[in-house]
């Protein structure tokens, strides 16, 4: 059952259970309304007979019948009067009323309303001369009966024509709020792994199906990322890892052919061994690439931008032995100054990668300054090397890719991809000054953390 059906007989089940209650509030209200009114005339028909036999001296029983049968009654109506100890004074009609046991079981206190049978009736206690008299009307409710005979046709033709009007707009409605959903469906059948970067209809973005849209779009853009991601990985890994691996082969086939000195096999093996160890450092940087961009957990919180870098710092020249890596900042009156909200093992992989470039491409000192505001810290890092050609600068952050003036330096055009990668997860803002032949300056901006 599609959902427009289910929604049809929902909202049909619906409409039909509230009319049938309503229904049944009208025929109640309808029922005793009309009920109280006719007990209220076998009542005031009662005290009429009572007032006018016994009050009245001139009226006497005869011309009490003559007068009755001269006035309109009521269908088969019966009048009994009868003493305290329920001896009959005047009866007419009486049907029901001529056994002696109904007229005591019925006469409870002042007033008592009873039924018997088809018939409503009244038992009226009349004081008059201290004496205590018992006045009996009953009669058949005919107008009653044949007005909610009338009214159960009439509210049971008309749940059935509501029913039915309500099975066609509810179907018209539903299949009118489902049609957003239809064409969601034939919008995601028309997607698959070619056609990621398609995007559904999001409408007016309030309702819930604009919702679902939205919602959709964005899974859509995630496994577009990740699409996108790995078929990077595949390609650089692939276009970067062939050569080096190639070049392996080849060394060891050389070395298993040829008879070889002892200081001839140490010269290929620490060739192959540099090898490796480029290959594991390119292998490293695409799987941090990679992870990056993949991972949308990353945990933030309070880190000390000064102890990343100066940490940085000394991991860097420990790889360049004699290297001046000179950091300069002004510590502020309260340490919480030098706080940002990071993830400090990413920020770590960025400076390391950006402090490892400044080395690579100079020969001169490195300066790591920190210039800090109300509301920002600014690293600023700068070198004296060989600088980046500026109609190049724009294609720095891509994987792979070099500057024309960096090719014969070691490197695989990685490391940038990655800090950029790292700096937007953190919403730095990157800038970079570069010339050939006088140095580059890269200034990083991150908004202190707010308590």
């Known amino acids: 059952m599609n959902i427009k059906i289910r929604l049809a007989i929902q909202f049909t089940l619906i409409v039909a259970g509230i009319l049938l209650f309503f229904s049944l509030l009208v025929y109640y209200f309808s029922y005793t309304s009309q009920l109280a009114k006719f007990r209220q005339n076998l009542l005031d028909t009662a005290k009429n007979t009572a007032t006018l036999l016994i009050n009245v001296a001139e009226v006497d029983s005869s011309l009490l019948k003559k007068i009755q049968q001269s006035t309109i009654s009521w269908e088969r109506e019966e009048l009994v009067l009868t003493d305290s100890a329920f001896n009959l004074i005047y009866g007419n009609n009486i049907e029901y009323l001529s056994d002696n046991t109904t007229l005591v079981t019925n006469a409870h206190g002042d007033l008592n309303y009873f039924s018997i049978s088809e018939k409503e009736g009244v038992c009226y206690k009349h004081f008059y001369d201290s004496h205590t008299y018992y006045v009996y009307a009953m009669a058949f409710d005919k107008s009653r009966i044949e007005n909610l005979s009338g009214l159960r046709k009439i509210l049971f033709w008309s749940i059935l024509f509501s029913i039915w009007l309500s099975v066609l707009f509810s179907y018209f409605f539903a299949r009118k709020a489902i049609q957003p959903i239809s064409q969601i469906i034939k919008n995601v059948k028309e997607i698959n792994s ?258």
């Open 194 to 451: 070619l056609k990621l970067s398609h995007r559904l209809d999001e409408g007016d973005k309030k309702d819930e199906i604009a919702q679902l849209a939205i919602t959709f779009n964005e899974m859509l853009s995630d496994l577009e990322i990740a699409f996108r991601n790995q078929e990077d990985f595949v390609s650089n890994a692939s276009h970067e890892l062939r050569t080096p691996l190639t070049v392996m082969i080849g060394e060891s086939d050389y070395i298993l052919s040829h008879e070889k000195s002892k200081e001839d096999y140490l010269r290929l093996i620490s060739g192959i061994n540099t090898d490796l160890k480029k290959l594991n450092s390119l292998l490293i940087n695409l799987l941090e690439l990679a992870q990056i961009n993949r991972d949308k957990t990353i945990v933030f919180s309070e880190v000390r931008i000064d102890e990343i870098v100066f940490n940085t710092i000394y991991q860097v020249k420990m790889k360049y032995e004699g290297r001046k890596i000179v950091p300069k900042i002004i510590y502020p009156e309260s340490e919480n100054d030098l706080v940002i909200n990071g993830n400090e093992g990413l920020l770590g992989i960025a400076f390391k990668n950006i402090l490892d470039n400044a080395c690579k491409f100079s020969n001169d000192d490195v300066i790591v300054e920190f210039v800090i505001t109300d509301n920002y810290i600014t690293v600023i890092i700068k070198d004296n090397g060989i600088g980046i050609p500026s109609e190049e600068l724009e294609t720095i952050y891509r994987p792979f890719s070099r500057a024309t003036n960096a090719k014969f330096i070691g490197g695989f055009g990685i490391g940038l991809a990655l800090v950029k990668k790292i700096f937007e997860l953190h919403k730095a803002v990157v800038e970079i000054k570069s010339k050939v032949n006088e140095g580059t300056r890269m200034d990083i901006l991150f908004s202190r953390y707010a308590r």
